[in-house]
């Protein structure tokens, strides 16, 4: 279940609390065990969610757990908010705490646990009802509560007293809340409705302003969602990294996360983040590895080279619940040369071969032409990719063939030397020649086919052990 907190101090709060009970199938029940200004009194109710209100400012409220009906039953915590701030018609989302001192609630050094999957999911959701003159972003952790144990986060209409009151924002913000139901505060990719593994796939943020442009990238592009982020001036009030080590990892733990990606150099917060043993990845990590489980991911990496190296993930899975990664696939030399080949004919051919192809696969020039090992889940899976890179070199070569040592393509082609031996000079009649075209030399007639040869290319290929060509399909020819 969902609790919402309604702060009556707040104008916008209470807007988007009485759109939140427009839009929504509520129950209003009384409640005199607590004051009416503490959660107590009249409350409601529906499918998924409880709402209560409070006198008290968000910031300074605390932990407003006890309050709800059921606090055991409460899967994340929802503040409805303002933003304030020189920023336009902007709804937000951010969870809460602080890396230093605490001049906006909440406790110096202290985090509130973060609901990376809530926010994730409601992101989208602004984005999806946003009205048209609206923008979307999210924010670094920077003021209280910081003591909320459930999982939490503020939704926020902003950016002054017009939009506070305007209907169509807090509407906006209201059905994004509402579409939270059924959602979890941890993000979990899943696979026919179950989680790929039991590791949630949340990064913490560090660097960057205050309104985390990189961090809106992973949360809005990427499979991951993202808990506590600080900020440049986050960080800043928090004071070196060496010496409060205890508060980066609190930052950690409060968002149930063993990744952080930073933003700049910050190489004395990267050594303090790598000593307390989480790691510091990269955008381009974080996209990499997708959804893909993180124990075949790391396994990869150990095998053959990390993604920082180049290494890139292909589209086949692998079972490994007898046993580990490792003893679920087989090494392969990737066929460098007749990859070459076929990726000068089609190189989105080439790629998606590899990738359809491959547990996961060593690549070349910026990661774009796969090059170097490759991890298969079964050898045959190899004779594959070399079926389907020769059926692209079909396209160029009359004859295709696979043997032993690789594959051969034979083909019949303008001869340069030949078209020099007969006198033709480099140039437009050189290019004519090739092109097909009979040209004049001299006052002599010289055909196409007086100027062809046959051509033979051999493209190694290292078959992996007990495979060879006759496990693969019939090799395309074509004439």
């Not at 009485?18 to 009194?41: F, K, P, Y």
């Not at 985390?212 to 809005?220: A, D, S």
């Not at 392969?332 to 076929?342: K, N």
């Not at 140039?427 to 030399?441: I, S």
């Amino acid at each position: 279940m969902i609790g919402i907190v309604v702060s009556r101090a707040d104008a916008a709060s209470t807007h988007i609390g009485e759109q939140l009970r427009a839009v929504g199938a509520w129950t209003a029940h009384e409640d005199g065990s607590r004051a009416d200004g503490g959660g107590g009194g009249t409350y409601y109710t529906a499918e998924g969610f409880e709402l209560r209100e409070f006198n008290t400012i968000h910031i300074e409220l605390g932990d407003p757990t006890p309050a709800f009906a059921d606090p055991d039953e409460l899967d994340c915590i929802v503040f409805v908010s303002r933003h304030a701030g020189e920023t336009g018609k902007l709804l937000t989302a951010h969870v809460t705490g602080n890396f230093g001192p605490a001049e906006y609630g909440g406790e110096a050094g202290s985090f509130a646990r973060a609901a990376p999957g809530a926010h994730k999911a409601v992101v989208d959701a602004l984005d999806a009802h946003a009205p048209d003159e609206y923008e979307v972003g999210i924010e670094c952790t920077h003021h209280g509560p910081s003591e909320c144990a459930t999982p939490s986060l503020f939704v926020e209409l902003g950016s002054g007293e017009a939009e506070w009151q305007d209907p169509d924002g807090a509407r906006a913000v209201a059905n994004a809340v509402l579409d939270l139901r059924g959602v979890a505060a941890d993000h979990h990719p899943v696979d026919g409705g179950r989680p790929r593994n039991g590791r949630p796939r949340h990064v913490v943020g560090f660097g960057g302003g205050h309104y985390t442009p990189r961090c809106e990238r992973l949360v809005t592009d990427t499979a991951w969602g993202v808990g506590h982020i600080g900020s440049d001036w986050q960080l800043e009030a928090m004071g070196e990294p060496a010496e409060n080590r205890d508060v980066i990892d609190a930052a950690f733990a409060a968002s149930n996360a063993e990744l952080a990606v930073v933003d700049g150099e910050k190489p004395e917060l990267k050594r303090v983040i790598n000593d307390l043993g989480y790691r510091v990845v990269s955008e381009t990590w974080l996209r990499t590895v997708g959804d893909r489980p993180l124990g075949i991911v790391e396994a990869a990496e150990s095998t053959l080279s990390p993604v920082a190296d180049g290494l890139r993930l292909g589209e086949v899975g692998v079972d490994h619940s007898g046993g580990t990664p490792a003893d679920a696939w087989t090494v392969v030399s990737l066929p460098d040369e007749l990859i070459g080949a076929a990726n000068g004919i089609d190189a989105d051919a080439t790629l998606t071969a590899v990738d359809e192809s491959t547990v996961a696969y060593e690549t070349t020039e910026g990661a774009t032409l796969p090059a170097g090992d490759a991890l298969v889940a079964e050898p045959s899976d190899f004779a594959d990719l070399v079926d389907r890179l020769a059926e692209l070199l079909g396209k160029e070569y009359a004859s295709v063939e696979q043997t032993a040592d690789g594959v051969v393509c034979r083909d019949t082609g303008f001869d340069p030397e030949k078209a020099a031996t007969l006198g033709v000079p480099e140039g437009p009649k050189f290019g004519r020649l090739a092109a097909g075209e009979t040209v004049e030399v001299n006052g002599r007639e010289i055909t196409p086919d007086a100027v062809e040869s046959d051509r033979v290319e051999r493209f190694a290929v290292a078959w992996p052990a007990g495979l060879s060509p006759a496990d693969a399909a019939e090799p395309p020819i074509d004439e």
